[in-house]
Nanobody, 115 residues
Framework: QVQLVESGGGLVQPGESLRLSCAAS????????IYWYRQAPGKQRDLVAL???????EYVASVKGRFTISRDVATNTVYLQMNSLKPEDTAVYYC?????????WGQGTQVTVSS
């Protein structure tokens, strides 16, 4: 059983930054991959970035160079640093993991980028 709790969302203007956190109840080194997804109103939930338990990272093209996924093993926390935010980044952001053949989603945190 894994609990994932996102935090850090909010309302920002275009060009500003936010850092999202995903706090896990289990050692993140025991979870092969942790993912950030996002879902805008009326759209499907899309992958944003991922980090493996080896520390390797991947990003979708639309956020590459602006977003950085990282981790703090000591606190079992995965972060998503979001810079140069655009209105099209507006969405509910979720962290996700598969652990022992079960899927776990956090509750989501709202990010709104608007003037």
């Amino acid at each position: 059983q894994v609990q994932l709790v996102e935090s850090g969302g909010g309302l920002v203007q275009p060009g500003e930054s936010l850092r999202l956190s995903c706090a896990a109840s289990e050692s993140i080194t025991s979870i092969p991959i942790i993912y950030w997804y996002r879902q805008a109103p009326g759209k499907q939930r899309d992958l944003v970035a991922l980090i493996s338990n080896m520390g390797s990272t991947e990003y979708v093209a639309s956020v590459k160079g602006r977003f950085t996924i990282s981790r703090d093993v000591a606190t079992n926390t995965v972060y998503l640093q979001m810079n140069s935010l655009k209105p099209e980044d507006t969405a509910v952001y979720y962290c996700f993991a598969t652990f022992r053949r079960q899927n776990y989603w956090g509750q989501g945190t709202q990010v709104t980028v608007s003037s």
